[in-house]
């Protein structure tokens, strides 16, 4: 080869080492939260909920970006704690809150396998009633995904919840909110029962804490679901599988 072309071909070789590393440093800054759901080390039974759950979708609708401080309330087992974890990166931060209920019947186990060992290490747990927030201030973004309906069974200050969320965020920040249809008139009393709520009742509550419904997605809506089964139900298809509303609500600026 002479050395016009050898030069030429190491050009060129070197210059797409360059394009693909540029491109995997564009790829985790332009879409975070796609570079963490692609990541190695996701659980296999958080893989298998992808497909219903639409995590992608869902966090990009609320904007999620490197460097944010995000709260996951009543995070569970920490499915979405995880992605919103790689998402925001080493410079962000995720506070995983769970008050007592959740954790006693369900998520204390599979939560601290998730995260032991510092296996997120930019992830603070908080296991306590909201009333003993340990929420800092200035937040840029809180999601309460699928367990507002939840709260009235559960003893929770709905007015005083979602107040409080308020002041955790700083001005312009994302109060993101998902759960399961009811039927229309339903409001809240399906919430034990069927583990679904009305959404225009959850769209009154919060904007009367302050809040502006900025955004609505559909990403998560069903025809087939006829909004009169529990969640939990064996015979069904699932509770991934229900008709689900996606509501992006912003604090004011001023």
Known sequence: MGMGKWIATCG???????????????????????????????????????????????LDFFDIKRGMHV???????????????????????????NTAIPLRVF???????????????NV???????????????????LLIRFY????WQEVDRAAFNRLVFRVLRPGGIFGVVD?????????????????????????????????????SYVLNSEEDTLDWNIFDGSRSGRDTTSRFVYLFRKPLQ
Not at 18 to 24: C, E, F, P, S, W
Not at 149 to 152: E, P
Not at 180 to 200: C, D, T
């Open 71 to 97: 709260a996951d309330l009543m995070a569970g087992d920490g499915y979405y704690t995880e992605i919103l974890s790689r998402a925001v990166g080493s410079t962000g931060l995720v506070y995983c809150q």
């Open 180 to 216: 399961h249809h009811a039927k229309a008139g339903a409001g809240i009393e399906e919430g034990k029962r069927l583990h679904r709520v009305e959404a225009s009742l959850v769209r009154a509550e919060v904007e009367a804490a302050g809040f502006v419904l900025e955004s609505e």
């Open 124 to 142: 603070v747990r908080l296991d306590e009633e909201f009333d003993d927030s340990g929420l800092p201030e200035g937040l840029d973004a809180a």
């Open 149 to 152: 309906h939840d709260f009235k």
């Open 12 to 58: 060129l070789a070197l210059g797409t080492i360059l394009a693909t590393a540029m491109g995997t440093q564009r790829s985790s800054l332009d879409d975070p939260v796609g570079v963490s759901i692609g990541h190695p080390e996701r659980l296999k039974s958080d893989l298998e909920r992808d497909e219903n759950r639409r995590p992608q979708r869902v």
């Open 107 to 121: 998520a204390d186990k599979p939560l601290t396998e998730r995260l032991k060992d510092g296996r997120l290490p």
